[in-house]
């Protein structure tokens, strides 16, 4: 096996593989070479494993601590990324930078300041102030975000901002008249005697649509999603439980599928760096409470189990012709 082949495998710069890293070294692998598969170097790979021995024997190697990877970040940022407490003080410590912008203007150290690493970062020179209203707000988000941590359900939900529950139903292709709230108790029933297959809808009491499915169709078919919202509004959605993605529509178009775990891009909402997407572990957070908790970011819809399973809802028939099924 080649020396980029070899480093190209996905976990090797861990410290349980220190010494046939180390014999690899000797016989000549650069330790700041780009891994082209990956796109970043060993150090990178070594920060996210939270691999100390591999950090500072690629350091002593002549790894360079703030060499950019494809994604144009530090090694330092991976480790913040990833939670790694103990790479995070070996890097400062070797010198890297920890206000050096990588994502949208963001360095290492203002990702760490909103985490549980904060301690490490907020008394370094340079520290940029965090402002009181931005902490609020992050403060604000992540309370809502852990108030999810009791959801459970496994099927597919979306929420939509911006119009109303009658002219979602509308849009559907029927009226309100036609689909009156169902109790509880009624669902089945009502579900089984249609001759489509169908969704169930209902509003919040504090504003917003939800759209939900337990057998019927899925809210993030992509004809559903895009009657929704086409003529103004917000969809978002998936399985909150079982993925880590999130479809996002507007406007009947879908405008992106955000994964929880992926890197954020310069181009990013700023709703995602507040939902912590991007973050694998620096933060305690699930991929559960980050979803729905973008979901209602982005559309200011809110829901409870409780109000899932008792509150009336509109038992929608959908009739496809054409279509794709997303999700």
Not at 12 to 22: A, C, G, Q, S
Not at 143 to 158: G, K, L, N, T, W
Not at 233 to 258: E, K, M, Y
């Amino acid at each position: 096996m080649g020396d980029i082949e070899w480093g190209e495998i996905i976990g090797v710069w861990r410290d349980t593989n220190l010494t046939e890293i180390r014999e690899r070294l000797a016989g000549g692998f650069d330790p700041g070479q780009r891994l082209p598969w990956l796109g970043s170097t060993p150090l990178h790979q070594a920060a996210q494993e939270g691999a100390v021995r591999v950090i500072e024997l690629l350091l002593a190697s002549g790894a360079e601590v703030d060499l950019l990877d494809g994604d144009g970040v530090t090694s330092l940022w991976e480790a913040v990324r990833h939670g790694q407490d103990d790479a995070v003080r070996l890097l400062l410590a070797a010198g890297a930078d920890p206000w050096r912008p990588c994502v949208a203007g963001r360095s290492p150290g203002l990702q760490a300041l909103f985490t549980e690493l904060a301690d490490l970062f907020a008394h370094l020179p340079g520290a940029p102030r965090v402002g009181p209203r931005l902490r609020e707000i992050q403060e604000t988000v992540d309370e809502m975000m852990f108030s999810y941590e009791d959801y459970r359900e496994e099927f597919c939900v979306a929420f939509v901002g911006g119009v109303t529950e009658e002219e979602v139903v509308r849009r559907l292709g029927t009226t309100p008249e036609r689909c009156p709230p169902v109790r509880a108790e009624e669902l089945r029933r009502a579900e089984h005697d249609s001759p489509f297959e169908t969704l169930r809808v209902a509003s919040p009491p504090d504003g917003g649509v939800v759209l939900f499915q337990t057998e019927g169709m899925l809210p993030v078919h992509d004809t559903v999603a895009r009657l929704v919202t086409t003529g103004g509004g917000v969809l978002a959605g998936g399985f909150p439980l079982t993925s880590v993605s999130v479809d996002i529509w507007r406007d009947g178009v879908n405008v992106a599928r955000p994964s929880v775990y992926e890197q954020l891009g310069d181009d990013s909402p700023f709703e995602l760096w507040m939902c912590r997407f991007g973050d694998c572990g620096a933060h305690p957070s699930t991929s559960t409470e980050r979803i729905l908790a973008l979901m209602t970011l982005l559309t200011a819809t809110y829901v409870t189990e409780g109000w899932l399973w008792s509150t009336p809802v509109r038992v929608v028939p959908i009739e496809l012709r054409h279509g794709s099924q997303g999700g």
